[in-house]
Nanobody, 117 residues
Framework: QVQLVESGGGLVQAGGSLRLSCVLV?????????MGWYRQAPGKQRELVAS???????NYADSVKGRFAISRDNSKNALYLQMNSLNAEDTAVYYC??????????WGKGTLVTVSS
């Protein structure tokens, strides 16, 4: 059974930084073609923040380009999201996702990021 566990969320002032982590508690990270971070703000749909493929190709939402950085450490079964220059619009629950080669997507339970202005 695949289990993704996020951590690192919290309350931060505008302009600050946070680093989110996602650990694959069970299973092998190499079974996933792509991993990513999504977020859902109150009253809004879930949106892609950043993704990274098994080959290292990275995509970012326009709203976070230049501020966020996604990385993947296969040796630790982990995915990270470094978030800098945070603003109030970044407030959301952030979810880790992992898609296998049949395109089935697994989700973590999310970690809340709150940015105070």
């Amino acid at each position: 059974q695949v289990q993704l566990v996020e951590s690192g969320g919290g309350l931060v002032q505008a302009g600050g930084s946070l680093r989110l982590s996602c650990v694959l508690v069970s299973g092998n990270i190499f079974r996933f073609n792509a991993m990513g971070w999504y977020r859902q703000a109150p009253g809004k749909q879930r949106e892609l923040v950043a993704s990274i493929s098994s080959g290292g190709r990275i995509n970012y939402a326009d709203s976070v380009k230049g501020r966020f950085a996604i990385s993947r450490d296969n040796s630790k079964n982990a995915l990270y999201l470094q978030m800098n220059s945070l603003n109030a619009e970044d407030t959301a629950v952030y979810y880790c996702s992992a898609a296998d080669f049949s395109s089935y997507t697994y989700w973590g339970k999310g970690t809340l990021v709150t940015v105070s202005s």
